[in-house]
């Protein structure tokens, strides 16, 4: 399942990123988003797009597109 099917409220764990751009993907890893990496979708944008997540330490908004190339598996 991806990042973008998880509802507000919910948990996820990520389990890939290899949908993503590698320069993506190397700035959510220097911001501590990583594999095994526990997520919380804070809300969503009245139109849906962005998405608001929280993890241990940091909040950040990611585009639908993004959030469709992390897989996850839900808590």
Do not use: H
């Not at 991806?2 to 409220?9: F, H, R, V, W």
């Not at 990496?37 to 597109?65: K, M």
Request: charged share 20%; proline share 7%; glycine share 8%.
């Amino acid at each position: 399942m991806s990042l973008d099917e998880i509802a507000t409220g919910q948990k996820a764990q990520i389990l890939s990123m290899k949908g993503l751009p590698r320069a993506m993907r190397k700035k959510l890893m220097s911001l501590g988003i990583l594999p095994n990496t526990t997520l919380t979708i804070v809300r969503r944008a009245p139109l849906g797009d962005p998405i608001q997540v929280s993890a241990p330490g940091i909040n950040l908004a990611l585009s639908n597109g993004q959030a469709k190339a992390i897989e996850v598996d839900s808590l």
